[in-house]
């Protein structure tokens, strides 16, 4: 079993949908949760960093944290043909290495 | 503010070779770290350097190596490679692991190509 799960998808959503992405994880020491953007040919980009359990909102992007029952989630409010990417979970415990989702490739249809 | 940068871009080599790769940090950070992405593995944790020192290694071999410099650079140096070293290597910066923890950014990757 991988440490952490997300489905790689694809999801295909029309503009201005709600676009839900999901992960879960087996290591219950990780504490910092972290969603990348990763566009073709491109580095991952940060979206949204949360520590611990709750929720976090940047504009049209919540994050959730669930550690009780080990799931993390991005919502991405009114998507638009720009968010078209593969969106990455990440998550560390106190050493600082980045354990990685499969990521989810999400497409726009404008 | 420049963010990671890292070069090249792109490097051939063949089987049995040497690579290096280069990162610079985003300054004032003194954390990098190395992520391998291979096709259908995701992104792997090679390597964290901070401060000068080697603070932690993924599950790699060996001949996966780097350093740090002074100035907070760091290079990733794979020996004898192989056909499965094909990848996109990743490097990522934060600031010093002292103090309250902050998230890694990273750069556009060095993809190397083994023939």
């Known amino acids: 079993q991988k440490e952490v799960e997300q489905d790689p998808g694809p999801l295909s959503v029309p503009e201005g949908a709600i676009v839900s992405l999901n992960c879960t994880y087996s290591?219950?020491?990780?504490?910092?949760f972290m969603w990348y953007r990763q566009y073709s040919r491109k580095g991952p980009e940060l979206l949204m960093y949360?520590?611990?359990?709750g929720n976090k909102e940047d504009g049209r992007f919540t994050a959730q944290v669930d550690k009780s029952s080990k799931y993390i989630s991005l919502f991405i409010r009114d998507s638009q043909p720009s968010d078209s990417a593969t969106y990455l979970c990440?998550?560390?415990?106190?050493?600082?290495?980045?354990?990685f989702g499969a990521g989810t490739t999400v497409t726009v249809r404008a | 503010e420049a963010g990671v940068t890292q070069s090249p871009t792109h490097l051939i080599k063949t089987r049995g070779q040497q690579a290096t790769l280069r990162c610079s940090p985003i300054?004032?950070?003194?954390?990098v770290y190395w992520y391998q992405q291979a096709l259908g593995l995701g992104l792997q944790f090679l390597l964290w350097?901070?401060?000068?020192?080697?603070?932690n290694r993924g599950n790699f071999p060996p001949r996966f190596s780097g350093r740090q410099f002074p100035n907070y650079s760091s290079e990733l140096n794979v020996n004898a490679l192989e056909l499965e070293d094909s990848a996109l290597y990743l490097c990522?910066?934060?600031?010093?692991?002292?103090?309250?923890?902050?998230?890694?950014?990273f750069g556009d990757g060095t993809r190397l190509s083994i023939l």
């Open positions: 290591n219950s020491a990780f504490q910092y």
């Open positions: 350097y901070d401060e000068g020192e080697e603070r």
């Open positions: 990440a998550m560390s415990d106190d050493d600082y290495k980045l354990s």
């Open positions: 990522a910066s934060s600031p010093s692991r002292q103090g309250a923890r902050q998230p890694q950014h």
């Open positions: 300054s004032g950070h003194t954390s």
């Open positions: 949360t520590y611990s359990s």
